[in-house]
Structure formats: structure tokens, C-alpha cells
């Protein structure tokens, strides 16, 4: 079974600072993959970083970066220089690996509020 | 490129009814999934479908159907429904089953039973 945990139901963050959006993860596979979506109020999700279970290096896209760290099972995101655009709610979801007919079932955690206050 | 859509965006029906939601993959996108997300929570896989074939499916009764079209179109009908049934429904369309690409998520659809 998989499961994500986000055990940090609301942030706030100063306008400019960085802020870490912590994700913790369960899964028996050996292979899986780790993401990042925003979700503004307006509720489309929107695919920030991905991260996959045997890439060595942390993935980066632009002001977002993962810190992956396989043997603590946490995948935690970091934002740099917030802006008041980054409000919004992050969910970290998990991509287990396929199954006979090619599917990767996808499992989200239930997210977290972030408020970048001017 | 066009992103994924999806219609209506918002729906107001009555417990008991029947509904079907509408989504448009993103251009060259064979596979499409759909979500449930109720207020505050994490999005709750329903299931998948590629090359017209449901290939996976989450924790959802069997009023939950879906269909996918020649085009990569798709539809979920939810058929007796529940006031439990009341939340944001995600399409996301992703390049092929099985691969490591991310999914593209359309607006969504409200939906409220009442």
C-alpha cells in the first residue's frame, strides 16, 4: 500500500524568504516517482517538480527544488523567494510502479495551505 | 497546444441522479484519469483509461463509469448519486500509460448534490 503523509496543514511564509513544504511517503516499491502540484483557489492542479526513485540528483525547475532523501522516505519541497503568487495549496503525490496492463496507480497527500504574506 | 478541458464547470443535481462529465485530453495525451476531491482533501484517484480501455481503477463503486473515445476524450458518469458524491472532479491526461511523465490536470468540475 502507499501512502503520503503532509503533516503541515497550513504555512505562512514572508514575501521573499524561502519556505519547505515537508512530504513523507510509504510505498514497498523499488520504483516509484515523487510530484509536486499547486492548486490555486480556482482548483486546477498545476505540476510544479518531479522526482524519480533512482535519480541521484535533487530535481530543481526554476525557484522549486525537491529534497529527496530515499532512506528517510521524505520528499520535501523547497520554494525560494516566495511571492504572493505561490499562495495557494501544494500536494505531494506518489507514482507506484505499473501494473500488468500499464497503469501507475497515483496517490496524493492531503496538502498543504500556503499564505506568502507581503 | 491545447491544455486539457473539461465541461461543464459547475453542476447542481439532485440525490438520486444521474450525471456525466466531460474532459478533453491534452493534444497527443492517450491516456486520461479522473479524480474525485472533496472540500479539503487530496485529490482520490477514480480510475484510468488508455486506448479506450479502463486499466485501473481506485476505491469507487460501480456507479462510477467512464468511457474514453477514439479521439482520447473521455467521460465519467456517476449514476445514483449522493450527496457524498459533492466535490471537484479532475480530469489529467498524461502522453502514455505507464510512463514516468507528469499528468496535465484540467480545471475541473464542480459538481453539488443536494
Known amino acids: 500500500a502507499q501512502k503520503i503523509t503532509q503533516t503541515q496543514p497550513g504555512m505562512f511564509v514572508q514575501e521573499k524568504e524561502a519556505v519547505t513544504l515537508d512530504c513523507t511517503y510509504d510505498?514497498?516499491?523499488?520504483?516509484?516517482?515523487l510530484f509536486w502540484y499547486k492548486q490555486p483557489s480556482s482548483g486546477e492542479m498545476i505540476f510544479l517538480i518531479y522526482q524519480g526513485s533512482y535519480d541521484e540528483q535533487n530535481a530543481t525547475e526554476g525557484r522549486y527544488s525537491l529534497n529527496f532523501q530515499k532512506a528517510r522516505k521524505s520528499a520535501n519541497l523547497v520554494i525560494s523567494a516566495s511571492q504572493l503568487g505561490d499562495s495557494a495549496m501544494y500536494f505531494c503525490?506518489?507514482?507506484?510502479?505499473?501494473?500488468?496492463?500499464?497503469?501507475?496507480?497515483?496517490?496524493f497527500g492531503t496538502g498543504t495551505k500556503l499564505q506568502v504574506i507581503p | 497546444e491545447t491544455g486539457v478541458t473539461q465541461s461543464p464547470t459547475h453542476l447542481i443535481k439532485t440525490r438520486g441522479q444521474q450525471v456525466t462529465l466531460r474532459c478533453s485530453s491534452q493534444s497527443g495525451h492517450n491516456t486520461v484519469s479522473w479524480y474525485q476531491q472533496a472540500l479539503g482533501q487530496g485529490p482520490q484517484f477514480i480510475f484510468q483509461y488508455y486506448r479506450e480501455e479502463e486499466n485501473g481503477r481506485g476505491n469507487f463503486p460501480p456507479r462510477f463509469s467512464g468511457l474514453q473515445f477514439p479521439n482520447y476524450s473521455s467521460e465519467l458518469n456517476v449514476n445514483a448519486l449522493e450527496l457524498d458524491d459533492s466535490a471537484l472532479y479532475l480530469c489529467?491526461?498524461?502522453?502514455?500509460?505507464?510512463?514516468?511523465?507528469?499528468?496535465?490536470f484540467g480545471p475541473g468540475t464542480r459538481l453539488t448534490v443536494t
Open positions: 503525490a506518489m507514482r507506484a510502479r505499473p501494473n500488468s496492463g500499464g497503469y501507475q496507480k497515483v496517490t
Open positions: 510505498t514497498s516499491d523499488q520504483s516509484y516517482g
Open positions: 489529467a491526461s498524461s502522453p502514455l500509460a505507464g510512463g514516468t511523465y507528469e499528468q496535465y
